[in-house]
């Protein structure tokens, strides 16, 4: 049995894996030949139509039996999986994200939160890193249009008084009569 080989850097051993790599492919050529046509094969097969619905279909099969055989272990292994998806790549799944609940990609959220200049739309104050101070897209919730970046604070406000404007004046009304801090 061979000892293993210890490597100084990682730059060693990627090194030294990129001619063993070499080596075999030269030794193999037909291993490259048949990633070729498996990669052929697998294009010519995405073409199918209905072949992304049959897809998930089956997917959808073997994950309902995994989670009915082990669903504590089911659940593990998917929350990892997101963990390491997450992680390996943060900017993709925030472009995911902002691509699934705004309908806008990443550059656009960020163009946008640029054009704000670190002000609220509602208030003009400036953003900070508090969770009620962290800037948030508002949105109209009938239509879902976009309206503009305000705190968390601020749009918890206008959910609070559900988007309508009136409840927003008659709010404002009652601050107005009651500013001089003068109880009942």
């Given at each position: 049995?061979?000892?293993?080989?210890?490597?100084?850097?990682?730059?060693?051993?990627?090194?030294?894996?990129?001619?063993?790599?070499?080596?075999?492919?030269?030794?193999?050529?037909?291993?490259?030949?048949?990633?070729?046509?498996?990669?052929?094969?697998?294009?010519?097969?995405?073409?199918?139509?209905?072949?992304?619905?049959?897809?998930?279909?089956?997917?959808?099969?073997?994950?309902?039996?995994?989670?009915?055989?082990?669903?504590?272990?089911?659940?593990?292994?998917?929350?990892?999986?997101?963990?390491?998806?997450?992680?390996?790549?943060?900017?993709?799944?925030?472009?995911?994200?902002?691509?699934?609940?705004?309908?806008?990609?990443?550059?656009?959220?960020?163009?946008?939160?640029?054009?704000?200049?670190?002000?609220?739309?509602?208030?003009?104050?400036?953003?900070?890193?508090?969770?009620?101070?962290?800037?948030?897209?508002?949105?109209?919730?009938?239509?879902?249009q976009l309206r503009d970046f305000v705190h968390s604070r601020c749009n918890l406000g206008i959910a609070n008084f559900e988007d309508d404007p009136e409840q927003c004046l008659l709010a404002a009304d009652y601050l107005e009569r009651h500013k001089s801090g003068e109880g009942l």
């Open positions: 049995m061979a000892r293993p080989v210890k490597y100084n850097t990682p730059e060693e051993r990627k090194a030294a894996n990129a001619v063993a790599s070499a080596k075999y492919r030269e030794s193999h050529p037909k291993t490259e030949e048949r990633k070729q046509v498996a990669r052929i094969h697998a294009q010519e097969y995405r073409k199918r139509p209905g072949h992304r619905e049959k897809r998930r279909l089956y997917q959808n099969e073997r994950n309902a039996a995994a989670r009915l055989a082990d669903p504590i272990g089911y659940r593990k292994k998917k929350a990892e999986e997101t963990k390491r998806r997450r992680w390996l790549n943060p900017i993709a799944i925030a472009n995911e994200q902002k691509r699934h609940v705004f309908g806008i990609s990443l550059d656009e959220y960020n163009r946008r939160l640029a054009e704000r200049h670190g002000l609220c739309a509602l208030c003009n104050r400036p953003f900070d890193n508090t969770m009620l101070g962290r800037p948030v897209l508002d949105h109209d919730h009938v239509t879902g």
